[in-house]
């Protein structure tokens, strides 16, 4: 049987054109990952978000739920019909074809000015309130709503490694506070737990204010990068797109969107909580360096 992927991103093309085959990594309700090079790419249903890692495909989620794809299956990437071929155990194949699809450049380079981040933080600590998550905005928003949420442990332990970090920061202490936010990785649950997305919108924030060279950007994307072992497979590959300097294309379009809305409108999309906290992590950097000027 036959498919179309409709949009991909230019990290997840890239892939595809260096990797001959892979497994399923896991399958769930919406997407299928794919085990390709030492990381995943996400088979999706239709408008769903875009990130680095995805192949959004033409299927309903009902057609999408009625594929016979299951963990350890095997597929291969056909550069002649530019398709990627899944094997089912009955001998059937499918074919996801990426040939003549959008290709998004999910790559973030843009710098802000600095009236436009003054600007991005009071539109982010909007959102954030407007939110009815209860992941990391209670640590930025209503901290003192922290010990009636069901994930307060979570919440306590995570305030208090983003107080640390915030504090060693300021007597410039870098390595001593890149630590303390490594600490986050893998804190949390779900497919991308909390911390991991918070850490994300770290890496998104010291880019668009162009302080991803500095020493405390250095020594952050150093320790998470050695220890993308703490989290799960799936949240690990978008830490590893997050180094690299590519983001979900909500976070690629921050700078465009004029206003908190819509900002909460595109951040909403992705996933329970996964687009608020990553907006947490992007605040933190724009508070921290605020504070310092």
Do not use: W
């Not at 350890?72 to 990437?77: D, L, M, N, R, S």
């Not at 089912?88 to 981040?117: A, D, H, R």
């Not at 506070?177 to 737990?193: C, F, H, Q």
Request: charged content about 15%; glycine content about 6%; hydrophobic content about 40%.
């Amino acid at each position: 049987m036959n498919f179309l992927i409709t949009n991909i991103s230019n990290y997840a093309l890239h892939l595809l054109n260096h990797h001959s085959s892979g497994i399923v990594h896991s399958v769930y309700q919406k997407t299928i990952n794919l085990a390709i090079g030492h990381t995943l790419l996400t088979l999706q249903t239709k408008d769903t978000p875009l990130s680095p890692l995805s192949l959004i495909t033409n299927l309903s989620v009902k057609n999408f739920n009625s594929l016979k794809i299951s963990t350890g299956q095997t597929f291969k990437v056909n550069p002649k019909t530019c398709s990627i071929d899944i094997l089912l155990s009955s001998g059937e194949k499918y074919s996801f074809c990426f040939l003549n699809i959008e290709c998004t450049n999910l790559y973030l380079n843009v710098s802000l000015p600095s009236t436009q981040t003054e600007q991005l933080l009071e539109q982010i600590k909007t959102v954030l309130i407007d939110s009815d998550t209860n992941g990391f905005s209670l640590i930025f928003i209503n901290p003192q709503q922290i010990n009636l949420s069901p994930d307060s442990f979570i919440l306590s332990y995570a305030k208090e490694k983003i107080r640390k970090s915030y504090l060693y920061y300021m007597e410039e202490s870098f390595y001593k506070s890149a630590r303390e936010l490594s600490d986050l990785i893998g804190v949390g649950i779900g497919l991308t737990p909390s911390g991991d997305d918070f850490l994300c919108g770290v890496l998104a924030g010291l880019i668009l204010i162009n302080t991803e060279q500095d020493p405390f950007a250095t020594y952050l994307k150093k320790l998470i990068g050695e220890n993308l072992n703490r989290t799960n497979d799936i949240s690990a590959a978008f830490l590893s797109c997050a180094l690299k300097g590519h983001f979900s294309q909500a976070v690629c379009s921050l700078p465009l969107l004029s206003s908190s809305s819509e900002i909460y409108k595109s951040f909403g999309k992705i996933g329970h909580s996964s687009g608020m906290d990553t907006l947490c992590g992007i605040l933190y950097v724009l508070l921290l360096y605020k504070n310092i000027k």
